[in-house]
């Protein structure tokens, strides 16, 4: 399932939470990437970090050597990883869910893994 799949499908059964993962003291709130763990439905939510949101989506790695660097589209100041961004535009620039998982799907995001090339080994 692509991230902003998942986002969108996590947003129909959460409103906005702001800074943090899930609302603690609000139920059925989440974040953008919150939401994504919830539309997805194959991740626990307990105690999840973003680390185990890489694993899932690895455009969201920490990694600096494979992390996807983004601009924030509204304001332009900030160029950082795409998972820090998610979290820009929903707490700066409070934008809605579904605007941030469009605008991930305008990104230049390819997760088809490479095909396996063996060579023949002779007899």
């Known amino acids: 399932m692509r991230l902003s799949d998942a986002i969108r499908e996590g947003c ?18 989440a974040c953008a990437l919150g939401a994504a763990v919830l539309g997805y ?4 939510y ?4 973003t680390l185990d949101l890489a ?3 690895p455009e969201l790695t920490l990694e600096p050597e ?3 660097v983004t601009t924030c ?4 100041e900030l160029t950082v990883m795409l998972c820090l961004i998610s979290d820009h535009l929903n707490d ?6 579904e605007a941030i998982a469009d605008f991930i799907e305008t990104l230049s995001i390819d997760l088809t893994p490479a095909p396996v ?4 080994v002779p007899a």
């Open 12 to 29: 129909r059964y959460t409103t906005k939470a702001r800074e943090m993962f899930f609302g603690d003291d609000v139920p059925n709130t």
């Open 41 to 44: 439905n194959h991740i626990t």
């Open 46 to 49: 307990d105690n999840i970090t």
């Open 55 to 57: 694993r899932v989506w």
């Open 66 to 68: 494979r992390a996807m």
């Open 73 to 76: 589209p509204d304001c332009g």
């Open 92 to 97: 700066r620039h409070d934008w809605p869910r």
């Open 117 to 120: 090339v063996r060579e023949a």
